[in-house]
């Protein structure tokens, strides 16, 4: 590839040439989309994607059910986002999926307006290298599209990539307010804007972490810098609270309207403050969890993240001159805006999530964008380096191959031992597209997609779970159809396929689960 040679100093300097920024959109673009057909995964994406169906199917954008009962856990911004996929592709898979990839590829897009937004107002030395290495932005978007973190939950039908792009977007608004100049009043405020608006959007993401972690975050940025917050950030508070406020209104007040009280327990005590508080909805793990996650979600990048964070830790703490200076111009956590905003940004998610009775891997996903931003800067102080650059450029296209290659191989066979949509293919295929289906020793909430509308469930609207094979001739007694369809891990298959009042024909088995065709003899 032809490359721009100047020089800058005693280094020779070496800018990609445009094309090869091109040719990295397209990559990153083919990259998020690619694959989205897999079946759904885990009890999660099914039960997502079965809930906007519901929606979708009844016309309603305000009340979420699952199996026609009221699903009160989550907010409706991916269901919404799902509906509007499945008017334009179909109620499948990809359509499930493609909000997330789109928010997956806005929260790349958000840091590489952060990186070339605080070049401009502060300059490119600032980050110590001239204009010829290359934009930062461009260098910051390829590192963060290339995270495995992002990668993954941006391919899931999850909310975790739903509400990291918003906070993203809102702390990138606030970041360009608190940089530019004066001269740039019109982009500083746009950014103000910016802030409370995607917090507004946030709130309907995943609930009140949309308002709290981007106030902490500020807060705690202006107190590590030791300034106090501008007037007009201050005059902010009033009208940008009642505009995120109008935003979250679109959702929040249609249903308090017509749920009341049971829209306050249920989605607000029980799935926030219970949820933080206790162990209800068994995710437990040990306080550590996240910070050995978090490292994980920045592959392949890791080791540079682990290096950036000791060097700039090392730099922060490192001993004063008599005067009072650093006794070098190395960076440090607290020698520029950028970092000292990515700590603190990086911090309140960690140490909130740490401190949650409950935890996944996914929760951490809104602290993966400033680990990149340290990751980035110091991969970018020394990519005057060739080797390092051929690394960054090695490891980003690398891990673009190797992901293609993993989602077109590796991944479709792991999801035919997780995911259902095999097993009831094979029972449409023989005539069962329409037959009732019951869980026998098991709860395979990946079934409520693949089995839309058939599954048992008990009064409340949960998936009912049979103990034996007597509840299945029981339940086909009380439905009275001739055939039900039984869900059946592999190690109970023999149990009913001996049961002498039953004819049991087993369709499929994937190795975990098995769907038979049981009816009365």
Known sequence: MMQEITKHGNHEQKRMPLIFWIGAIFVVIFLYFFGLTIPLLGPDESRYAQVAREMWQNGDWVTP??????????????????????????????????????????????????????????????????????????????????????????????????????????????????????????????????????????????????????????????????????????????WGTMLAAAIAAVWYLPMYQLHGWEFIDEFIIKHHFQRFTSNKYQHPQPFIFFFWVLPLMVLPWMPAFLAASWTFIRNTFRAKSPDGSSTTAATSFLSDPLLTFSLVWLMVPLAFFSFSGSKLPGYILPAVPPAILITAVFL??????????????????????????????????????????????????????????????????????????????????????????????????RSGERT????????????????????????????????VASSLR
């Open 65 to 238: 059910t699952l199996g026609g009962a009221h699903w009160f856990e989550k907010p409706a911004l991916l269901y919404w986002l799902e509906m509007t996929a499945y008017s334009i592709f179909g109620v499948n898979e990809f359509a499930a999926r493609f909000g997330s990839a789109i928010f997956g590829i806005g929260t790349v897009a958000c840091l590489v307006l952060l990186g070339n937004r605080y070049e401009a107002s502060q300059g490119r030395p600032r980050l110590g290298r001239s204009a010829e290495v290359g934009r930062f932005g461009l260098w910051l978007g390829l590192i963060a599209a290339t995270s495995l973190g992002i990668i993954v939950f941006a391919r899931g039908a999850s909310f975790d990539i739903i509400v990291t792009f918003p906070l993203t977007a809102s702390l990138v608004g606030y970041f360009v307010y608190d940089q530019c100049s004066s001269a740039s009043a019109r982009t500083k405020y746009a950014g103000l804007v910016a802030f409370y608006l995607f917090i507004g959007v946030a709130l309907i993401a995943k609930g009140l972490i949309g308002i709290v972690f981007p106030f902490a975050t500020v807060g705690g940025y202006l107190l590590l810098s030791r300034r106090w917050p501008s007037l007009s950030f201050l005059v902010s508070i009033v």
């Open 380 to 477: 970018y102080q020394r990519l005057d380096a060739a080797k390092w650059k051929n690394a960054v450029i090695a490891g980003a296209f690398g891990t673009a191959i190797v992901s293609v290659i993993l989602i077109q191989f590796v991944v479709p066979r792991f999801a035919e031992l997780d995911s259902t949509r095999s097993l009831f293919q094979t029972a449409s295929d023989r005539g069962y597209a329409a037959t009732k289906v019951v869980n026998l020793h098991t709860t395979s909430h990946n079934a409520e997609f693949y089995a839309d509308g058939r599954l048992l469930r008990d009064e409340t609207g949960k998936l009912k779970r049979l103990y034996g094979v007597t509840e299945v001739k029981d339940e086909i007694l």
């Open 484 to 515: 039900t369809l039984v869900l059946v891990p592999h190690e109970y298959l023999p149990e009913l396929l001996r049961y002498p009042e039953l004819q049991s024909e087993v369709l499929r088995d994937n190795g975990e689960l098995a769907i």
